[in-house]
C-alpha cells in the first residue's frame, strides 16, 4: 500500500520559517521526479518546486530566493523550507511523487496546512 505524509505545516508570522517534510512509502519502480505543490482558498492548485532523481531542481518565480526544496532518495523523503514566509504563502502545501517506470503514476499526500500571518 502507498503512503506519502506530509508533516511540519502550521502558523507562523511574517518573515519567519517553516520546514515541511514529506515521505513515501510502498511505492515500487522508478521515481523521476518529486515536488511540492499548493493550494489557497479559491484558488487552483499551484507548482511550488521540483527536484529530480538527478537532484535538478525548478521553483516557481513567487518563491525563488526564499524557498528551498531537497531529497534524501535513501529515505524516499523531500523536504521544502521556507524562509522570509509572507502572507500569500498561505495554503494547503501537497508533496507529489512521480513514477516513471513501470507506468507514469503521480502518488500524492494529503497535504499540510501552512497560515502566515501579517
Known amino acids: 500500500q502507498v503512503q506519502v505524509v506530509e508533516s511540519g505545516g502550521g502558523l507562523v508570522q511574517a518573515g519567519g520559517s517553516l520546514r515541511l517534510s514529506c515521505v513515501a512509502s510502498g511505492i515500487v519502480g522508478g521515481i523521476n521526479s518529486m515536488g511540492w505543490y499548493r493550494q489557497a482558498p479559491s484558488n487552483e492548485r499551484e507548482e511550488v518546486a521540483i527536484?529530480?532523481?538527478?537532484?535538478?531542481?525548478t521553483y516557481a518565480e513567487a518563491v525563488k530566493g526564499r524557498f528551498t526544496i531537497s531529497s534524501d532518495n535513501a529515505k524516499s523523503t523531500i523536504y521544502l523550507l521556507m524562509n522570509r514566509l509572507k502572507p500569500e504563502d498561505t495554503g494547503v502545501y501537497y508533496c507529489?511523487?512521480?513514477?516513471?517506470?513501470?507506468?507514469?503514476?503521480?502518488?500524492w499526500g494529503q497535504g499540510t496546512q501552512v497560515t502566515v500571518s501579517s
Open positions: 507529489k511523487f512521480s513514477r516513471a517506470w513501470p507506468d507514469s503514476t503521480d502518488y
Open positions: 527536484i529530480t532523481g538527478g537532484g535538478r531542481t
